[in-house]
């Protein structure tokens, strides 16, 4: 699997600057706008939640080589698989993003 950073990075950013050919109404413009708003916030917050699971590990892969203390490590495996899931199904989000 290839890295969809640069993919999505194009897509959010045709999302926010994508203007539609013809006249809108003012609700259809409201309805555009605030779609497009939330897909980016919701990629925002995907992002950040994506960043936040890997810092554990990080941190947990640190204290055992580091400070020689594998508890924090052993916990987090104890736990990966449904963090591992978690984390797939938002990388997975990610690029369903880029498939539009």
């Not at 203007?19 to 809108?24: E, F, M, S, T």
């Not at 810092?55 to 892969?61: E, N």
Request: aromatic letters at 6%.
């Amino acid at each position: 699997m290839h890295h969809p950073g640069p993919e999505l990075i194009r897509a959010l950013r045709d999302i926010k600057t994508n203007r539609p050919a013809g006249k809108l109404l003012g609700d259809e413009r409201a309805t555009l706008e605030g779609g497009k708003s939330q897909i980016l916030h919701g990629a925002k917050a995907t992002s950040d939640e994506i960043r936040r699971i890997i810092s554990v590990y990080d941190k947990a892969y640190d204290d055992m080589i580091e400070e020689k203390n594998p508890r924090l490590f052993r916990e987090f495996l104890l736990g990966a698989p449904n963090l591992f899931l978690e984390i797939g199904e938002k990388v997975g989000t990610m690029q369903h993003i880029t498939c539009f």
